[in-house]
C-alpha cells in the first residue's frame, strides 16, 4: 500500500492577496505534480487538512481544479481554517459520517481511518466529542488489521508553545482510552497542522506530522506566536513494506535550484 500525503495547503480565492506574498496554489501544485510524475502508482492522495485559508471558501473550487488530473483517489479532511458546509458544496461526494468529514475504508489490507478534529467554538484547537469518539471506537472494532488514523491536529505536545496550544486538547485523553482499548491492533497516527515534519510517540501510539507546500512554521521553542519559516514546499510517501510503516517526507522538485542539478 502507498499512499501521497499533502497537508495545509492554505489555498486562497484566486486574484486576492497573496499570504505572506507566496503563492499557495503554486506551491501545491508543484507538489502534486510530482506526486503524479513519481507516486502515480499510489492507492490515495491523502490531504489532512486546512484545504483553504480561513474564509476563503470559494478556495475549494480552485483545489476540485488542482485535484482534477490526479491518477489516484483523493481522501481530504478538513482542518482549523475550513468550512465544512462550503467543503460539501464542492466536494458533495466526499464520504462523511454524522455531519463530520470523517469515514473509514480498507485500502489492501490497511485500514484508513480519516477523523475530523475541527472545534465546534470555530477556534484553531482541536476536538473530539463523544459523537466522533464514539464513532472512532466504533469502527476501531470492525477489523484487526493495521489502522492508519489521519487527523489534523495533533494531540501531541510538539515543544512548540504556539502550536501547543492550538493541538488536540479536548477530547484526548479519551481519544487514548479508545486507542488503548484497541492496541492489539497496530495503529499509526498521522497529523497536519504543524507545518513541519516531525514523528514521535503519543501515549505509546507512533504518530509523524508532514510539513506543507505551503508556509513551514519555524522551529521555534521559545516563544508564543508562530513565526514563518523559508523551507521548501513538501509532502509525504507512506508506504506498507513488509511487516512495517515508512513515512518519508519529500520536498517537491521543481522548487528553487539544487547543486545536484546539471
Ligand atoms: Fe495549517
Not at 470523517?102 to 478534529?117: A, K, P
Not at 476536538?127 to 495533533?154: E, G, I, N, T, Y
Not at 479536548?170 to 481519544?175: E, K, P, R, S, W
Request: glycine share 8%; proline share 6%; net charge negative.
Amino acid at each position: 500500500m502507498k499512499i501521497a500525503w499533502l497537508s495545509d495547503l492554505h489555498l486562497v480565492v484566486p486574484g486576492s492577496d497573496l499570504p505572506r506574498g507566496v503563492d499557495p496554489a503554486h506551491r501545491a501544485q508543484l507538489c502534486l505534480d510530482d506526486i503524479r510524475a513519481r507516486h502515480a502508482d499510489a492507492d490515495r492522495l491523502i490531504i489532512t487538512g486546512d484545504l483553504i485559508q480561513l474564509r476563503h471558501t470559494g478556495a475549494y473550487g480552485l483545489l476540485k481544479e488542482l485535484l482534477e488530473d490526479m491518477p489516484m483517489p483523493a481522501k481530504l479532511l478538513v482542518g482549523n481554517h475550513d468550512d465544512r458546509a462550503a467543503f460539501f458544496e464542492v466536494f458533495p461526494h466526499m464520504p462523511h459520517e454524522l455531519g463530520y468529514v470523517q469515514s473509514s475504508e480498507v485500502v489492501d489490507g490497511h485500514q484508513l481511518i480519516y477523523l475530523d478534529t475541527v472545534a465546534d467554538d470555530g477556534k484553531h484547537h482541536g476536538q473530539l466529542d463523544s459523537v466522533r469518539l464514539q464513532w472512532l471506537d466504533k469502527v476501531l472494532s470492525q477489523c484487526d488489521c493495521p489502522a492508519l488514523l489521519f487527523m489534523h491536529h495533533p494531540p501531541a505536545m510538539v515543544g512548540i508553545p504556539a502550536l501547543d496550544k492550538m493541538r488536540l486538547n479536548v477530547g484526548d485523553q479519551a481519544l487514548n482510552e479508545i486507542l488503548q482499548r484497541h492496541k492489539h491492533r497496530s495503529i499509526h497516527l498521522f497529523c497536519g497542522h504543524v507545518h513541519r515534519s516531525l514523528s514521535g510517540t503519543w501515549g505509546g501510539f507512533p504518530y509523524a506530522v508532514m510539513t506543507t507546500p505551503h508556509v513551514g512554521f519555524a522551529l521555534d521553542m521559545q516563544q508564543h506566536k508562530l513565526l514563518p519559516a523559508d523551507e521548501a514546499p513538501g509532502y509525504g510517501v507512506i508506504q506498507s513494506l513488509d511487516n512495517s510503516i515508512v513515512v518519508h517526507t519529500q520536498v517537491s522538485s521543481g522548487f528553487g535550484s539544487s547543486v545536484f542539478v546539471r
